[in-house]
């Protein structure tokens, strides 16, 4: 078993939806959670960082993690063509230790 | 501004040929990662390292080796012994008390 399972899609949706990204992992000492956005060709950059358990909100964006289900998640409101990218999820038990990646989420929103 | 720089950002290698990929940092963090992202894969791990003159294999090291002699720097060879190295190289370091990590733009390494 993977440390980390995210689902690849692709996932296409229109201009204006609310968008689900998810990632579940197995290693309970995990407790830094981070979502990357990767354009075509480009290095991934930082989206939404949070610590342990609970919700933040950051404009459009939402990030969620239950520790107790080990299931992350990222929400994507009113959802913009320039939101098409592919969106890695990442997390780590440590805070200079490795991260541990899924395979990222390609979305496409169209208009 | 503050960032990561990787150079150069597209790389031809002959084959038997060793080539050097570099990774440079002025956030002033501690660790620094070297990723593999091959099309429709995730991000894979070659080596890290936590603090300078000291490093750490990932998932994939066989036919890769790394230095880390300065606190910003940490450079990549891909060695002939690496089989299968075209692939698209990402580069990333992270602070002390904060697990971000924050990525350069990459370098596209083509085996001609």
């Known amino acids: 078993q993977k440390e980390v399972e995210q689902d690849p ?92 990646f899924g395979r990222g989420t390609q979305l496409t929103v169209w208009p | 501004d503050g960032g990561i720089t990787q150079s ?12 050097t990929l570099s990774c440079e940092q002025n956030l002033n963090h ?25 490093f750490q294999k990932g998932d994939i090291a066989e036919g890769y080796s790394v230095s880390r002699e300065k606190k910003e720097s940490f450079p990549l060879t891909v060695t002939s012994a690496q089989k299968n190295p075209t692939a698209f190289y990402l580069c990333a370091s992270s602070g002390q008390g904060r697990d971000e990590a924050f990525f350069g733009q990459g370098t596209r390494l083509t085996v001609v």
């Open chain 2, 30 to 54: 501690d660790a620094m990662y070297w990723y593999r992202q091959d099309p429709g894969q995730g991000l894979r791990l070659i080596y890290y390292s936590q603090i300078v003159n000291d």
């Open chain 1, 9 to 100: 899609g692709p996932l296409s949706v229109p201009e204006g939806a609310i968008v689900s990204l998810n990632c579940t992992y197995s290693n309970s000492a995990f407790q830094y959670f981070m979502w990357y956005r990767q354009y075509s060709r480009k290095g991934p950059e930082l989206l939404m960082y949070t610590y342990s358990s609970g919700n933040k909100e950051d404009g459009r964006f939402t990030a969620q993690v239950d520790k107790s289900s080990k299931y992350i998640s990222l929400f994507i409101r009113d959802s913009q063509p320039s939101d098409s990218a592919t969106y890695l999820c990442a997390m780590s038990g440590s805070t200079l230790g490795r991260l541990y």
């Open chain 2, 8 to 19: 150069p950002k597209y790389l031809f290698r002959k084959e038997g040929q060793n080539v």
